[in-house]
């Protein structure tokens, strides 16, 4: 950490800090007045089905989230341009990426405001989250390197398997998260809690991204800021709003420079094979990969006693762990870190799975059709 504090000079923690503030507190006032705005325009999450939350509650909290990173990064870019010099943005914060990550923003919030407002089957919120993907590729951002795991150096990958890659890593991280956004305060704290470990692991000397850091930095102020309104009870959804905006900023963020992209699988680790064990599991039974259930990790902790509370406490620690993992850990030892996550992640579920009913026999009014398959 001290190395980290020498390498980066006082007006640069300054802007993280300040920033960081500035969309915590934007994200305090904006949440409420979202949540209003969805009941006055009816965008709420009605309970029947598979929804059993006790009363209506508004589902786009994700707007406030993107609200308040939007008009903080703008804040301090404002200033500058006013000021005519660098004043609050360093020297070596300043770049190019401005056009890019506010690109990526608006496209994943237009993507999950359309499926808030739509209600889209999952067919369409996947092919929406391909259509972000492939703008972005377009537009220029793509992971040309990955960690050898042979070794601490790179491999550079040819632009087809590029462009693949970038794409099926921007609908992944999206569609992970989606997965994962099952229970109050889940998705979104342990997106805070990722992109403070992506924006500290961008300041190592290594890395020596602090462009990156601020942005992510920035987005956890504005995520936990809202948290406050999302922890259970939830006074709000994240929504796809939510999901579409965050998810992209942390896949884009994640490739941005020296692609991070082992770092983030290992910080994301929880719903990343959260989402291949169950899409494997719905395939192996002959189900649509997106066809909902209660198999996912958060529903068996719940099915073995864990109150809401903790099951989502208990996540968020294991989140906290991976990443300081990956924040004290070399590329390579990160993904030899996530392949064994995956190993202890896969047993622990399964012994969690043989000590409770099958998930389908817990309530079947769980399992309406309407946005499967």
Do not use: C
Not at 96 to 112: D, E, H, K, Y
Not at 259 to 274: C, T, W
Not at 317 to 325: E, N, Q, R, S, Y
Not at 353 to 373: G, I, M, V, W
Request: hydrophobic fraction near 55%.
């Amino acid at each position: 950490m001290s190395t980290i504090l020498d390498a980066v000079g006082s007006s640069t923690l300054l802007l993280f800090a300040g920033s960081t503030l500035l969309a915590f507190l934007l994200a305090v006032g904006a949440t409420p007045v979202v949540a209003a705005i969805a009941r006055r325009i009816g965008l709420l999450d009605v309970p029947g089905g598979r929804r059993n939350h006790p009363a209506p509650i508004p589902r786009i909290g994700g707007l406030a989230i993107a609200l308040a990173f939007g008009l903080a990064i703008f804040a301090f870019w404002l200033v500058d341009r006013l000021n005519g010099h660098p004043f609050l943005i360093p020297e070596e914060v300043r770049t190019s990426r401005f056009t890019l990550t506010a690109m990526a923003a608006i496209l994943g919030l237009g993507v999950g405001l359309l499926d808030d407002a739509l209600d889209l089957r999952a067919r369409w919120q996947l092919l929406g989250y391909i259509v972000i993907a492939g703008i972005i590729v377009a537009a220029g951002i793509r992971i040309d390197f990955l960690n050898d795991p042979r070794g601490d150096g790179l491999i550079q990958l040819a632009p087809p398997i590029a462009v693949a890659f970038t794409v099926f890593w921007i609908v992944g991280m999206n569609n992970a998260l989606n997965f994962i956004d099952g229970l109050d305060g889940l998705a979104a704290g342990v997106a805070g809690i990722a992109a403070v470990a992506l924006g500290a692991t961008a300041l190592l000397p290594s890395v020596n991204e602090p462009f990156v850091a601020w942005m992510n930095f920035t987005l956890a102020g504005a995520i936990f800021g809202f948290l406050i309104f999302n922890f259970h009870p939830a006074k709000l959804f994240l929504g796809t709003t939510g999901v579409a905006f965050i998810g992209t900023m942390l896949a884009v963020l994640s490739i941005f420079g020296t692609a991070k992209v082992a770092a983030a699988l290992l910080v994301l680790g929880v719903p990343i094979i959260d989402a291949f064990y169950v899409i494997v599991r719905r395939l192996a039974t002959g189900r649509a990969p997106f066809a909902p259930d209660r198999g996912h990790v958060h529903h068996r902790l719940l099915d073995v006693g864990l109150t809401h509370r903790q099951a989502v406490l208990l996540i968020y620690a294991i989140t906290l762990g991976l990443g300081a993992l990956a924040f004290v850990s070399s590329g390579r030892a990160q993904l030899y870190s996530f392949v064994a996550f995956l190993v202890v992640f896969g047993v622990a579920v399964l012994a969690i799975s043989q000590r409770t009913p099958k998930a389908e026999e817990l309530d079947p009014n769980l399992y309406q059709p309407e946005k499967a398959e």
